[in-house]
Nanobody, 122 residues
């Protein structure tokens, strides 16, 4: 599975962005998908994970209530809607695919897309 994330950009605090992650290959619907982010000088951290069917979604406490993940298996795409953005949300955002539902550890994901940069101005 090849993943390509896009949709990052510059936004003011309080604004919104929607990230997309498009997958190639016919097995997208069998993978659980995760969103992670990494700010300069910091470790990669879990943001959200969505099960293969889309029926189970988990979020990091830091984004709960502000971010929403969804997926469209027909389009082989997973989304991350980010609202009420804060300066601390600024990071490179990555999507990943893996076999385990609910995984929050990046080491449990097999495939990774390139990052898309989200910049939040205060």
């Amino acid at each position: 599975v090849q993943l390509q994330a896009f949709g990052g950009g510059l936004v003011q605090a309080g604004g919104s962005l929607r990230l997309s992650c498009a997958a190639s290959g016919r097995t997208f619907s069998s993978y659980n998908m995760g969103w992670f982010r990494q700010a300069p000088g910091k470790e990669r951290e879990f943001v959200a994970t969505i099960s293969a069917s889309g029926g189970s979604i988990e979020y990091a406490d830091s984004v709960k209530g502000r971010f929403t993940s969804s997926r469209d298996n027909a389009r082989s795409t997973v989304y991350l809607q980010m609202n009420s953005l804060k300066p601390e949300d600024m990071a490179n955002y990555y999507c990943a695919a893996g076999p385990l539902m609910g995984a929050t550890n990046p080491s449990l994901y097999t495939y990774w897309g390139q990052g898309t940069l989200v910049t939040v101005s205060s």
